[in-house]
């Protein structure tokens, strides 16, 4: 039973291109969530999606950053024209039913 | 807003000796206190949770408390070893809500 997956696990962008995270919950998990983790700090929640529909979106910011869950296929973040202060590990988890929140590994974004 | 605080921000314990760290939330609404553990360059790692309607929870050397009135939750690891060497985040969800508030977590040192 594979665990929540996240590609690419690193990702060096230049400031001003776009950057996408990929997350494949794990198997029977509707539900989505992004994190996002600064170097030596918490976790802080960015956005909460199911199945084509975004619940939750308070902890992302309003400009260049955006989520999505399809129908088929992984959830994505997409953040363009990447500035360094973007720099994080972004993580995702899943859970079946509002329930625990198992993470992924992560995608370590490098701005330079 | 809803915020969760975490004490102390790193702790060094000699092996076979007692870890508690605490966490404090704010928002009366939370029902949920899940426990991380996030080794270096690794996924946080769910290792015990609890709910609103329980007042402690153990799992083998890990055991959560949660004290509603004061609106604080700890988490005790005894007996500990090496391999506990990690950080370690609390977390908090309001019944209303589904993303986690997280504490800005603990450093642990374990040494032999």
């Known amino acids: 039973n594979a665990g929540v997956m996240q590609n690419p696990r690193h990702l060096v962008r230049r400031r001003g291109q776009e950057a996408r995270l990929r997350c494949s919950p794990m198997k029977g998990h509707s539900h989505v969530y992004w994190y996002r983790q600064l170097p030596e700090e918490g976790l802080k929640f960015m956005v909460y999606l199911q199945k084509e529909n975004i619940i939750d979106e308070s902890g992302m910011p309003k400009e260049r950053f955006s989520a999505e869950f399809p129908k088929e296929g992984p959830s994505i973040l997409r953040i363009q024209q990447v500035v360094r202060g973007d720099s994080a590990a972004y993580f995702c988890a899943s859970s079946p039913l509002r329930d625990e929140q198992y993470f992924g590994p992560g995608t370590r974004l490098t701005v330079t | 807003g809803e915020n969760v605080e975490q004490h102390p921000s790193t702790l060094s314990v000699q092996e076979g000796d007692s870890a508690v760290i605490k966490c404090t939330y704010s928002?009366?609404?939370?029902?949920?206190f899940p426990w991380y553990k996030q080794e270096l360059g690794k996924r946080p790692q769910l290792i015990i949770d609890i709910r609103s309607n329980v007042g402690e929870k153990k799992d083998q050397r890990i055991a959560v408390t949660l004290n509603k009135t004061a609106k604080h939750f700890s988490l005790h690891i005894t007996e500990t070893q090496p391999e506990d060497s990690a950080v370690y985040f609390c977390?908090?969800?309001?019944?209303?809500?589904?993303?986690?508030?997280f504490g800005t977590g603990t450093r642990l040192q374990v040494f032999p």
């Open positions: 977390a908090a969800r309001s019944y209303n809500t589904d993303k986690l508030i």
């Open positions: 928002d009366s609404a939370s029902n949920y």
